[in-house]
């Protein structure tokens, strides 16, 4: 019905940046909130930034100020531009999002998420 699809992850080195994108399709009426969280291998998946659809938005301690997400609602897409990347943010990175059918059915979607290895 939909999906999610992001796409950007690759190899960086230390204090280098990438930009992560993620597009939904379907069937799609509205999406609220669009999320991106990590997992690094053996570790918890954690959030690692937030946005409404009015593009206010949340950030962790450990990303704040290095991370920016932001969003275009006019092609369901949202970004994390990520710079000064550290060893510690090599993980695999989830596009999240709720997102309505029409005005009386919802459901929270995950992409099956795009690698991203900080390494010198």
């Known amino acids: 019905q939909v999906q999610l699809v992001e796409s950007g992850g690759g190899l960086v080195q230390p204090g280098g940046s990438l930009r992560l994108s993620c597009a939904a399709s379907?069937?799609?009426?509205?999406?609220?909130?669009m999320n991106w969280y990590r997992q690094a291998p053996g570790k918890e998946r954690e959030l690692v930034a937030s946005?409404?659809?009015?593009?206010?938005?949340n950030y962790p301690d450990s990303v704040k100020g290095r991370f920016t997400i932001s969003r275009d609602n006019a092609k369901n897409t949202i970004y994390l531009q990520m710079n000064s990347l550290k060893p510690d943010d090599t993980a695999v990175y989830y596009c999240?999002?709720?997102?309505?059918?029409?005005?009386?059915?919802?459901?929270?979607?995950w992409g099956k998420g795009t690698l991203v290895t900080v390494s010198s």
């Open positions: 999240n999002a709720d997102v309505w059918s029409d005005s009386s059915h919802g459901m929270n979607y």
């Open positions: 946005i409404t659809r009015r593009g206010s938005t």
């Open positions: 379907g069937r799609i009426f509205v999406i609220n909130a």
